[in-house]
């Protein structure tokens, strides 16, 4: 390991600070790891042999240390607690943030100023007596929220709404905090008001006497139980049967019901689904986040890891970092992880410019169309980014865990749980297929206007330029001039214009065949999901250039070198694509493989530096793999053997030995009458 | 469920027939799979809620009922139920197999005649005081059997030899059975006598006495602890110290030592490979098998539910399976499958005459070149394939667990589980990665052989004929014309003689550039692996075409969509290589890409059927998703209400309380004071 970090030609704590933000932000991030690690609470080592049950109370127990410090910090530091312990147990975070970020997240999306201020007085603040959760999704209901089957018919007698589970498929389902936490729950119900229904609306629904938690009339709970991963979080379905609520339990920030069964609806329906994009921004920044941990584990190990000695080793064998296809490997996934975090930064700011700029919004006001235009471009590009990101980091879960061999399939490694805690972010808060399924048909249409002379959103900007870029093939006179951002970034565009060319034509053909929009939509659904695809490469990789170009000095050189392995592996990757559209000739294409070689061999000298950079503590890595002193089997047997320490035989006299004696008509064994076992009396007959 | 399977334009049982070799095959099968659902020690409803140790005990129990029947019916029923076991609890059929399978098997590669009898009877046949296990890998040594560092040193004054482990790496480690179950290990260890090494040999040592499983002395045993997946297995760790054990207890098939320390070495050292071949062999059958199970659950589901309504439908949402994004999700993985279970069977045809010759070789034998040559290209294809139809299953595995939305992240929809256990398959038996530079080089070696004149194996015949195929494109007149298995089979020739021949180049520049062949071979790693992606792809395809040509009526119509689906989706994720060569024009592919649309359409017609001829019962599918009656939302809903029984709130007093109360210097809730919760006093002022 000494003498890998002794190759770093940067300073690797300037790279942390990039990262991180700044020193401050570094500092602060130290300082949270290291609290978390001295936490008795959030002891990790021994979470792979917990049961379910087990770690369900363990997560309630690192409720009290939460709560602690988002009593004493300021919201910028406990968001960053939230951040580290997402990866330091992703489980809890679930849990833990189905209050805090669903519950409260739904408050803050539907209530009026008066409903937040009444649930943060009774308790949805400082969790008293209350603990809420975000009953969304069905049984029969994932996706397509407009068609949630839950009703919340409006009893005007009363002055209030019942909330009722009409069919089996309308049961709420994997409902977070459900089955033992949550007091509360913001329903998703469709309103019906004198027999018309108006859509899925949001209700707080009170599931449980927090005094006792007993269920409360109406109400019946279960747990949906053993999931792939989280096991910390207690997921549960909900049925309701005539439930009756208050009409101020609706919240009404958008759609209004008054005391006499009038409903006022909100003219401006875009504005409901602003805050749903801060979900996926944030897994793009998991999706590095992750990334990092996955890739501390199997690149560290890589650098101790030897196996296979060569001709001229004098039998000392090689580090598996030294082998080109480990590079190949590892290389390229490292490359794309430094994409997303400099993406995810991006992202961020812009969701955050989105919001102030959303929140000041108001009917009449000059700029709308503008904040509209911006914010189906965040939305667009957001959709996109979480699924190939969350797929891409999936991904690169898997790789690293198969690239540490059979040690990989050891729950100890923690690639194991990794991949299994974070399988689902491909399928909450939105499908990623859907997702993509958003962005194509965002590309579709933004071609679509673009034809018709309307100038586009800064990030689809190229289908402003169709003219320009539809057929055009790369300037380059030598290879070696294919080497730079500028024609790199030149053959994303044409390539993304002429696959959203292709999507929108398509569409187009399939209109002119006599098909509605929907239908044609659905139809060239594969070529929504390509362009979408390419879209969000061309996306990563031009946001990664962009930060890059900002950097000096030797740290610029280092990354240059990643960036440009990023860039030129996505094109091998997606080569059908510039290939077919002839931006690249099947040369330059050589070329490019040879260059990707090339790179992941210079990248290799920098790796354990890089990883260096991402700077998670041991106890955040926490796989003995990932150690930093790269002391690897030491760690790794012990903990093995910590974790199953050595006893009685668990049950050979009740299961093994009926078994094995269970034909007992012969003498005890008798190996040693014939101690050459066979072997003397037919040695000369066997020959082969 | 009965519209879809009224759509089958062909014989579904024919199909089955034809699957499992013929309906005497099937009517086996069928009676296995019920005697195991009858069989109350194979009860699998319940398995994702148990513990690992409680799974661990449950494969015991599962022992009595298997060798009950290995006692009792023929060889080939027995392999029959292994087969379908290995579907339905993979973690135990692991730990079952260990003994008769590695443990077994390495006697049967290993031992003399002699030495075979004496096992088989102090036990090893009927297991009778008798549990083997397989101790090859090391801590530090996985894929580089020579490279282990356990020794086995003789001491000729005892005729004895010393087993033992020199350091930590040399632990022996992932030994299935070695925690709990076995009495005796075959050991990998150095052969040292008289100072010298001789490489690795294999040695019976015991563990334990059989009669209380103490230790034996010299015996250092642990348990490996949590894995990925299959729980059911004890994988364990072992270290000797200086144990002694006869000299007859080293297998001497191949090399000898005798009394007096003289060492025979065999002149043959590649025939000790050949039993290697059959786990690979397995291993694209049970890719196929597997792949089967998880696209019975996808795509059952998928005939079921229903998400989204669209402008005329009426308000009744759309099957997913009537999704062109579903059908391109699925039907490219289900053509797959039958392309996995065609060459599954060829290649258990090709090994089982493979195993007839050898067994028949003898030193100066005439036709042993030939034998040599057919040992090597079964050895190299079954590398390759053993990688890709691993890989492509755990792929498979993982899409259809996501295209099962939500659901398929919960344990008793039982693709989570399936994922977990088959994870282990991409890295045991041969690395994945490795085994496809093996292939990489079988085929640069070839390309340079045929070079030089030699006819080569008929698997890479093609490279007998290069300049024939080198810068070919296709000839196909019109764009429908590629429709053709013809043109298909030569595409995939044609792109395979390129890149084995621009790997091979490759190659011969790095010797030129006075590399030695090792470093040579290492430095074109990536392109041995892809001359050996596109060789396993074009085989496959071959395989699947060649064995659909020999279909007759509906169920040839059928098959010859699902196979050229097969084709044109592989061409079509390739299309760079296609390009690159220009086999293909631009024009062609997305010709080929319009076609896969298209195939998928059809394909998805005949889906329930085809699904429905893999003949699993819905105890083996074990997956309320995959029901064969398609009641899935009340199979689903029971069986997590089954595993999740109501009871009192495991930890509301000890736990939750003391959270939730914590702050308490309020009265009681008292919401009721505000019927209207916040509503009324603001509904004027947050008017938006």
């Known amino acids: 390991m000494n003498e890998e970090r002794a190759k770093a030609k940067f300073n690797v704590r300037e790279l942390t600070y990039l990262l991180d933000g700044d020193e401050k932000q570094t500092l602060l991030k130290e300082r949270i790891m290291e609290e978390l690690e001295r936490d008795p609470l959030f002891k990790m080592k021994d979470v792979h042999d917990l049961t379910k049950a087990q770690a369900r109370e363990r997560a309630i127990e690192k409720y009290r240390s939460m709560l602690h410090h988002l009593q004493n910090e300021s919201v910028d530091n406990f968001k960053k607690r939230m951040e580290i312990v997402s990866m330091v147990d992703p489980g809890f975070w679930t849990r833990f943030g189905v209050?805090?970020?669903?519950?409260?997240?739904?408050?803050?999306?539907?209530?009026?100023?008066?409903?937040?201020?009444?649930?943060?007085?009774?308790?949805?603040?400082?969790?008293n007596k209350f603990n809420g959760c975000f009953a969304m999704?069905?049984?029969?209901?994932?996706?397509?929220?407009?068609?949630?089957?839950?009703?919340?018919?409006?009893?005007?007698?009363?002055?209030?709404?019942?909330?009722?589970?009409?069919?089996?498929?309308?049961?709420?389902?994997?409902?977070?905090?459900?089955?033992?936490s949550a007091t509360h729950a913001s329903v998703f119900a469709q309103l019906i008001v004198k027999g018309k229904r108006y859509g899925t609306k949001c209700f707080v629904v009170p599931l449980r006497d927090p005094k006792n938690y007993n269920l409360l009339p109406g109400i019946n709970i279960g747990d949906i139980g053993k999931k792939m991963g989280r096991d910390g979080i207690d997921n549960g379905w909900i049925q309701f049967t005539h439930v009756r609520i208050p009409r101020g339990y609706m919240l009404q920030k958008h759609t209004k019901v008054s005391r006499t069964g009038e409903v006022k609806e909100p003219k401006l329906q875009q504005l409901t689904y602003g805050a749903l994009l801060q979900g996926r921004v944030a897994m793009v920044v998991d999706s590095g986040n992750t990334s990092k941990k996955a890739l501390t584990i199997a690149i560290r190990y890589a650098a101790v890891r030897r196996q296979f000695a060569n001709s001229r080793s004098g039998g000392v064998e090689t580090k598996l970092l030294d082998y080109p296809i480990h590079q190949r490997r590892l290389m390229p996934l490292l490359a794309q992880t430094f994409a997303m975090l400099f993406t995810g930064s991006e992202m961020n700011l812009m969701y955050n410019n989105m919001m102030v700029r959303l929140d000041g919004a108001r009917e009449g006001d000059k700029d709308l169309d503008e904040v509209i235009e911006a914010l189906k471009e965040t939305h667009s590009t957001s959709a996109g980014l979480k699924a190939f990101c969350t797929w891409n980091c999936l991904s690169t879960i898997e790789q690293c865990r198969q690239?540490?061999?059979?040690?990989?399939?050891?729950?100890?490694?923690?690639?194991?749980?990794?991949?299994?805690?974070?399988?689902?972010?491909?399928?909450?808060?939105?499908?990623?297929?859907?997702?993509?399924?958003?962005?194509?048909?965002?590309?579709?249409?933004?071609?679509?206007?673009?034809?018709?002379?309307?100038?586009?959103?800064?990030?689809?900007?190229?289908?402003?330029?169709l003219?320009?870029?539809?057929?055009?093939?790369?300037?380059?006179?030598?290879?070696?001039?294919?080497?730079?951002?500028?024609?790199?970034?030149?053959?994303?565009?044409?390539?993304?214009?002429?696959?959203?060319?292709?999507?929108?034509?398509?569409?187009?053909?399939?209109?002119?065949?006599?098909?509605?929009?929907?239908?044609?939509?659905?139809?060239?659904?594969?070529?929504?999901?390509?362009?979408?695809?390419?879209?969000?490469?061309?996306?990563?990789?031009?946001?990664?250039?962009?930060?890059?170009?900002?950097?000096?000095?030797?740290?610029?050189?280092?990354?240059?070198?990643?960036?440009?392995?990023?860039?030129?592996?996505?094109?091998?990757?997606?080569?059908?694509a510039f290939l077919q559209y002839e931006y690249f000739s099947p040369a330059q294409?050589?070329?490019?493989?040879?260059?990707?070689?090339?790179?992941?061999?210079?990248?290799?000298?920098?790796?354990?530096?890089?990883?260096?950079?991402?700077?998670?503590?041991?106890?955040?890595?926490?796989?003995?793999?990932?150690?930093?002193?790269?002391?690897?089997?030491?760690?790794?047997?012990?903990?093995?053997?910590?974790?199953?320490?050595?006893?009685?035989?668990?049950?050979?006299?009740?299961?093994?030995?009926?078994?094995?004696?269970?034909?007992?008509?012969?003498?005890?064994?008798?190996?040693?009458?014939?101690?050459?076992?066979?072997?003397?009396?037919?040695?000369?007959g066997d020959e082969e």
């Open 99 to 127: 209050h805090y970020g669903l519950f409260v997240g739904a408050l803050q999306s539907n209530a009026t100023a008066g409903q937040l201020g009444y649930w943060f007085e009774h308790g949805a603040l400082g969790m």
């Open 137 to 180: 999704t069905e049984l029969g209901h994932g996706s397509n929220v407009p068609g949630l089957e839950t009703t919340a018919t409006f009893d005007e007698a009363a002055d209030q709404f019942i909330i009722h589970t009409p069919t089996l498929t309308a049961t709420k389902w994997w409902i977070g905090g459900a089955a033992h």
């Open 403 to 465: 690239s540490c061999g059979g040690h990989g399939y050891s729950a100890y490694t923690g690639l194991a749980a990794m991949y299994q805690d974070f399988a689902v972010q491909c399928t909450w808060e939105g499908d990623n297929t859907i997702l993509t399924l958003q962005a194509g048909r965002y590309l579709i249409t933004s071609y679509r206007e673009a034809a018709k002379g309307k100038k586009l959103a800064p990030g689809v900007g190229y289908l402003n330029k």
């Open 467 to 576: 003219n320009e870029l539809i057929g055009k093939r790369c300037p380059a006179k030598s290879p070696e001039a294919i080497l730079d951002y500028g024609v790199l970034l030149e053959a994303w565009q044409v390539v993304c214009a002429n696959v959203v060319k292709a999507a929108a034509l398509e569409f187009e053909q399939c209109l002119a065949r006599g098909m509605d929009q929907d239908d044609a939509y659905e139809e060239c659904s594969q070529s929504r999901l390509y362009a979408a695809k390419l879209h969000s490469y061309g996306y990563l990789f031009n946001r990664f250039a962009d930060g890059v170009s900002k950097l000096e000095g030797n740290l610029a050189l280092v990354m240059r070198d990643v960036c440009l392995l990023y860039g030129l592996y996505t094109i091998e990757e997606n080569a059908g």
């Open 589 to 684: 294409m050589d070329f490019i493989r040879s260059q990707v070689n090339a790179l992941c061999k210079s990248v290799r000298e920098q790796a354990i530096p890089l990883v260096d950079a991402f700077n998670l503590s041991d106890y955040v890595v926490n796989s003995p793999l990932g150690r930093k002193d790269g002391n690897v089997y030491v760690h790794y047997f012990n903990q093995v053997k910590e974790s199953n320490p050595q006893g009685e035989h668990p049950y050979f006299d009740r299961l093994i030995k009926p078994l094995i004696h269970r034909n007992a008509n012969t003498d005890e064994e008798d190996a040693d009458d014939d101690e050459q076992a066979g072997l003397e009396s037919d040695d000369e």
